[in-house]
């Protein structure tokens, strides 16, 4: 496997052929005129993330949240509880894992392969089981969903808490569907999970590997990429030789394991 990156090009419409890739940055601030500020952060662990604003549009209003949770069967006051256990950096019931991850494959299968996203928006890079630094991000970038934010793959693997950070991630997506953005990573997978440490840390939490199995069928369903304001291009890796257009990603199948054109854009 290639070494682990997230990439943020430019792109116009989708009938026009995808630019090279922009080298990726710590901080990237990309306000409502697309005028880029570049900074860095640092993390608590010693483990750095790729961060930067640009943000996103909701294809579903706030106020709609709590009904469309309530009408698929979770309470928002079990997802608020849920979202504070969390963000304690404590686990979930096995339960609540299958619950959790059921809703949110309900979720995202409504999301294309490309996400239209509007400015601003803050896109965050790989996060791989670093819970601390995702708190870290949420305190500078601000708390959710008062920020729209854009994860950009490998949410779990090589670090200690991937279990914790991945079920957040997706306890806010279920709450906040509009103001929260999760595309997929080469670390989304049933192989390489199993060699990265998700697995081994799922069978030492939860004695069993249901929850990995759970989370692993929410990979598939994540969408490839995310397109902001019309311009600027995000995905998690890179471009693929196979594809030419923005509506050739569109026709990918995606609810499957990571392997070919698909594999180019993940690493």
Known sequence: MKADSSSVSTSSTSSEKLEETRPSVLVRRIDDNNEVEEGGTTSSTQTTTSTSTTTTTSTTSTSDVSS?????????ADLDR?????????????????????????????????????????????????????????????QVPETN?????????????????????????????DRMMLIRGNHESRQITQ?????????????????????????DCLSLS??????IFCVHGGLSPSIQTIDQIR???????????????LE
Not at 195 to 219: I, M, P
């Open 68 to 76: 469309a949770v309530i009408n698929s069967g979770t309470r928002t």
């Open 82 to 142: 849920q979202i504070e256990t969390l963000m304690r950096c404590e686990c979930l019931s096995e339960q609540e894992v299958k619950v959790l991850c059921a809703k949110a494959r309900e979720i995202l299968m409504q999301e294309g392969n490309v996400q239209r996203i509007d400015a601003p928006v803050t896109i965050c890079g790989d996060v791989h089981g670093q819970f601390h630094d995702l708190m870290e991000l949420f305190r500078v970038g601000g």
């Open 149 to 177: 934010y854009l994860f950009l793959g490998d949410f779990v693997d090589r670090g200690f808490y991937s279990v914790e950070t991945f079920l957040l991630l997706l306890a806010l997506k279920i709450r906040y569907p």
């Open 195 to 219: 060699v990265y440490g998700f697995y081994d840390e799922c069978l030492r939490k939860y004695g069993s590997a249901v929850v990995w199995r759970c989370c692993t069928e929410v990979f």
């Open 226 to 231: 995310a397109v902001i304001n019309g311009r």
């Open 251 to 265: 026709t990918i199948d995606r609810k499957q394991e990571v392997f070919g054109n698909f594999e180019d854009f």
